[in-house]
């Protein structure tokens, strides 16, 4: 994505410099086709991330049904995948998903003006404006970009407005390619947050219910008044040494001869 962000730019710089009667320093149109074997080839991996994060999103809303204190959920658990998909509420059901993890799995207890759940959402609300802003972006730059690829060589062809149309729209689509990148790493800071959250959650859970865990009993240091001597232990399979006769004292002393 920063990638084709820079070259985006690049070709607006050229596009620019033939809107103003300059050389260009390159063909903008083998920069156009670099991008679109660049989207080509990342788009199956991009496909497999989000996947990934599908299963993470549902499993992470299913989790919080498990917590004993309920708190208010807002969608159910199937709209952690559906509400992607479903068109218009996919603009703001996501984001009332995440809100209910958040809240639900956020081990520490509630603060009487929920500062501290104020202050934590604001990384989700930071990811989901961000996200938000992809999509108007891109629909601006495909209306303003002109269509085609006409010859820049041609005399009777005027490349200056169909340059500067083209140098706004690759402008525009490369900020659009950074706030996603922006997006994408407040994503990565959201999911390790309440993965955080939820670990911290079921440790607690199960010393709850179990107790503490145990640990190996280490003797004290020499000296302490506890210290006691402990023989070694001996292994049930080792050969053990024969006993040693034991001889009953005899009251009989020898006779002289």
Known sequence: MAFSGVWLLERASQWDDIAHGRAPDGNPYRVGDAVTLLWRVSAIPILALFVVFLIW???????????????ARTLSSGWSVGGWFCPVVNLWFPMLVTRDIWRASDPRPPHPDNAP???????????WATLMCVIPLYVYTRHVRPDGEPDLSDDTFNPI??????RTADTWLAGDYLITTIAAGLLIAVVARITRFQTEREHRMVAARFGPPQYAHTPPAHGHPTARAIAPARLPDAPQPPPRPQYAPSNQTKQPT
């Open 161 to 166: 407005p169909y340059a500067e149309a083209a």
């Open 117 to 127: 759940e104020r202050g934590g959402l604001r990384l989700v609300w930071a990811w």
């Open 57 to 71: 999103f549902y499993l992470a809303r299913t989790n919080i049904d498990t917590y004993p204190d309920r708190r």
